[in-house]
């Protein structure tokens, strides 16, 4: 075991994880207790895990958790302090989700292309994100204006 000091959404957590490559997904959600960030392939598939890792998009069940040691770690839960974002106002506004479980990850996987200076067509062409209830469209709507 290896005590390590992460700096998610602002705060600094230390944290016991094992030596053998401990994904940051199970960080976040089971020794932090942030479960907005979801499980969903555990193979870079879905999108559901989705994180920013110094402003960029990282799929946190594959991302080992020591490559997040010096960096800045940002889930769903601090994008914004209120639903502030521009993505978390689209989605809002646009009345993106059903069930909700792939969500924070497309608002994550936006945020990440934003970050990267992406806007409308472009982000949407970008978001491969996977949705069983299938809310492209309304996605497609949000990021329009983004
Ligand atoms: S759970 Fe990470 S991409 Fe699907
Ligand atoms: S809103 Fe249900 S899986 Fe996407």
Redesign the pocket.
């Known amino acids: 075991m290896s005590t390590l000091n992460l700096n998610v959404n602002g705060q600094i957590h230390s944290v016991n994880v094992s030596d053998n490559g401990m994904p940051l997904l199970w960080v976040l959600r089971d020794l932090i207790g942030l479960t907005g960030t979801k499980y969903g392939c555990g193979i870079e598939v879905c999108g559901a895990c989705t994180v920013l890792v110094d402003g960029q998009r990282e799929h946190s069940c594959v991302f080992d958790v020591g490559s997040a040691v010096g960096k800045k770690v940002v889930t769903i839960e601090g994008l914004s302090p209120d639903c502030s974002h521009p993505a978390q106002k689209a989605w809002i506004a646009n009345q993106?989700?059903?069930?909700?479980?792939?969500?924070p990850g497309?608002v994550m996987t936006v945020a990440g292309a934003m970050n990267a200076g992406h806007h409308g067509s472009e982000i949407a062409s970008e978001v491969k994100n996977?949705?069983?209830?299938?809310?492209y469209q309304r996605i497609k709507q949000a990021v329009a204006g983004l």
């Open positions: 993106v989700p059903q069930c909700g479980y792939c969500q497309m996977l949705c069983v209830c299938g809310t």
